[in-house]
């Protein structure tokens, strides 16, 4: 009974000490409470992280390798170079089977990539029995317009037309030169007899002749001015055919000049033509390396293989030193925060970030427009090339797959709560 009243009389002086704290606990607590509220807003704002915007990477050269897909479906007839053998700019590699003997094909490319139509003549020769399949029929327009050109040059029609109508011209001036002498003959004796019937006039009006005498006289003049007007008429009209034969003359030039440009341009048309079936053959059946580097058979292929439609056949890879660069697919989220000149931290899957390092980038451009995925294309320099942030030099493999942490921005601790502060407003 003692130990309750003592535990009784206990709690209450517990709960008067309780119920009336002394002033200083007031005042240091709430000191003490501020000051950790502003230290953590201090601390909010001075303590920043990066926004980071993460996406897949592949790294490739600055000329990237060069990847030969199959334009048709068919067997591979042949087979032009062994894998991983450097190869020039425009090596044939491998063509498909088609109606077409390459080798003919391929001679007459070399022909018509050379030839110079205006100095040379074309080797028709060297085609006698060619088989050209899909080029045949541009070939053999190409051989008849060519053809056409040439009998031209050799026979000039019109040269003899030409060379006629001068003959011709030649005569019809020497007949007028006739004509005019025999002109000025004829003047003379109508003059003469006009002289004559006027003498024969005044006999008779003196009664000296009888009016006969004067008629046969009157109608010998009236003869010859007759003769004479038919002489002029003569001349007129063999001026008329000078100048007409001129005419002509002038027409066949003219007529010569428009067939030669007609039948060079149709054979330059036709030659253009053939380039372009050739062209059309070759992006269809033949793989040609359009760079420098080495050839790499994607597959194991084989003479006589079936190649399907789309299938990746050769890779050319380039020789050529020309830098690195990496090409990243950004989803649109968050990409409007993406800028150029902005850092970014690659860690590449075949080489662990934590063994081998991280390789710096920077954003060097961003597209325009997304593509049809909705994907924004940006690509990033590497101004270390591959050397990572633990200073090793990374061996280099064409298309190395990694993944990329675009920074875009520094956001502080603060700024951060305030957003999230705001979108529970929003709501």
């Known amino acids: 009974m003692e130990e309750f009243d003592e535990i009784k009389i206990y709690s209450d002086e517990v709960r008067d000490i309780l119920s009336d704290p002394p002033k200083a606990i007031y005042r240091w607590g709430n000191t003490i409470l501020l000051g950790f509220v502003v230290l953590l807003f201090l601390m909010s704002w001075f303590i920043s992280y990066p926004d980071i915007v993460s996406t897949q990477i592949i790294i490739t050269t600055n000329l990237p390798p060069e990847k030969l897909i199959a334009k048709t479906s068919g067997k591979i007839e042949t087979i032009l170079v062994k894998d991983r053998t450097l190869v020039k700019k425009n090596t044939p590699l491998a063509v498909i089977e088609n109606t077409s003997n390459y080798k003919d094909v391929f001679l007459l490319k070399s022909i018509i990539d050379t030839i110079n139509l205006e100095r040379n003549d074309f080797p028709f020769h060297l085609f006698k029995s060619a088989q050209f399949g899909d080029v045949e029929n541009a070939y053999g327009f190409f051989q008849k317009e060519y053809s056409t050109d040439q009998l031209n040059r050799e026979l000039q029609p019109y040269k003899v037309e030409g060379t006629a109508h001068i003959l011709e011209s030649i005569q019809l001036k020497e007949r007028l030169n006739l004509l005019e002498s025999q002109k000025s003959i ?176 920077k954003v060097k451009n961003i597209s325009l427009i997304p593509d049809k995925e909705g994907n924004l294309l940006i690509d990033i320099a590497l101004p270390k090339g591959i050397e990572t942030s633990y200073k090793k030099k990374i061996s280099f493999q064409q298309e190395m797959i990694g993944s990329a942490d675009i920074v875009t921005e520094d956001l502080r601790l603060l700024e951060r709560l305030l957003y999230q502060f705001r979108d529970l407003f929003k709501r």
């Open 186 to 361: 004829t003047q003379n004796e109508l003059a003469l007899e006009k002289l004559d019937l006027d003498r024969y006039q005044t006999l008779y009006n003196k009664g000296i002749v009888a009016s006969q005498e004067l008629e046969k006289h009157k109608l010998t003049f009236l003869q010859s001015e007759k003769g004479y007007k038919n002489l002029l008429s003569t001349i007129s009209s063999l001026k008329s055919s000078i100048n007409e034969l001129n005419r002509n003359s002038k027409t066949t030039q003219i007529n010569e000049s428009k067939e030669s440009v007609n039948l060079e341009r149709n054979v330059m048309q036709a030659f253009f033509q053939l380039k372009k079936a050739v062209k059309d053959w070759e992006l269809n059946y033949v793989f040609r390396s359009s760079i420098d580097g080495k050839v790499t058979f994607l597959q194991v292929w084989n003479e006589n293989q079936f190649v399907n439609l789309g299938d990746n056949i050769f890779s050319i890879v380039p020789t050529i030193e020309s830098g690195y660069i990496g090409k990243v697919k950004a989803s649109a989220q968050n990409s409007g925060k993406i800028k150029i000149g902005q850092n970014v931290n690659i860690r590449l899957a075949n080489f662990p970030d934590r063994e081998f390092g991280i390789i710096n980038g």
